[in-house]
């Protein structure tokens, strides 16, 4: 586990000499909701699902707390950076990438003076949506294919939390996302929604290409490794490809069994 420790360390040293140009390029956005926005089917969600995938909304709970905690270090640095679109990477799957991405959207949804927008791109292993028991026509996928249009798939957790899910997983993904009009795609989705965060739920990276390729598209990383799994070599080279493509906010250690505390996350830069 020390080896682990410091390997995350050695990393964060590395990446105070990487930097890129964050979101200060594209337009600010205005603090009113736009009508985009309120217009997005709200569902409900099976909170029986997501106790059983670890998702926790119970503002009480401890385990909704850490949480909060990481919502809170996320938003700290966007905000120093100027970084608005997060990508949730891993270096191999099961990490808990989608756990913390929905876990994140219950966070944001306990806080509601920020907007957040939660898209699914992990579109081989389409979970987020077994993850808040939805069930869909459509997916992310096909936005990205252009045969729906983002305003009649995405739907909102709540208020100011907004979920673009995948029902099945996509015949062609990393044609999808190496497409020309990816980026042209995101960027009118930012505009008319205006999200003050958007949140990429991704493949790992040392699986396939899709998420190194999708990083031009995004500010910044958030890496996760798991504890006991996750070796110091795979989240060396993780965070070594990640930050050749974008900055790297920083490394969540998850299933950590060491951990006093109950459930077992930590967060370092
Ligand atoms: N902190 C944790 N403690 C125990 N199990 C966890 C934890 N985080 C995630 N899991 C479980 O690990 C499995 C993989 O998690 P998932 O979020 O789907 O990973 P990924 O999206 O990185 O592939 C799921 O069954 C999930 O419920
Ligand atoms: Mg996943």
Known sequence: ???????????????????KSGATERATRGAATPANWDALEMISTRASAMMKKRVFEDTQSQEASYFDLLRTKILQQCRE????RVV????????????????????FSRQTD?????????????????????????SFSDVL???????DQAVRLSENVAISMNQTPAPNPSKLILQDSTGGIID???????????????????????TLAFLK??????IVAAAETTTTDQIDKCEKEVA???????????KCLYNDEAYGYDYKY
């Open 1 to 19: 586990m020390e080896k682990l420790q410091a390997a995350i360390e050695k990393a964060r040293e590395q990446r105070k000499t990487t930097t």
């Open 81 to 84: 950076h100027g970084w608005r």
């Open 88 to 107: 949730v990477t891993s270096p191999t799957k099961a990490c808990g990438k989608t756990t913390i991405c929905a876990n994140l959207a219950a966070s």
């Open 114 to 138: 920020r907007r957040m927008m939660l898209i699914d791109l992990d579109m081989r292993r389409p979970e987020l949506s077994k993850v808040f028991g939805h069930r869909a026509e459509h």
């Open 145 to 151: 294919s252009q045969k729906v249009a983002f305003a």
């Open 188 to 210: 009118q989705i930012e505009r008319e929604y205006a999200p003050d965060i958007m949140i990429f739920d991704t493949p790992p990276v040392l699986v396939t290409d899709d």
């Open 217 to 222: 598209h995004a500010d910044c990383a958030l």
């Open 244 to 254: 050749e493509n974008a900055n790297v906010m920083g490394v969540v250690l998850n």
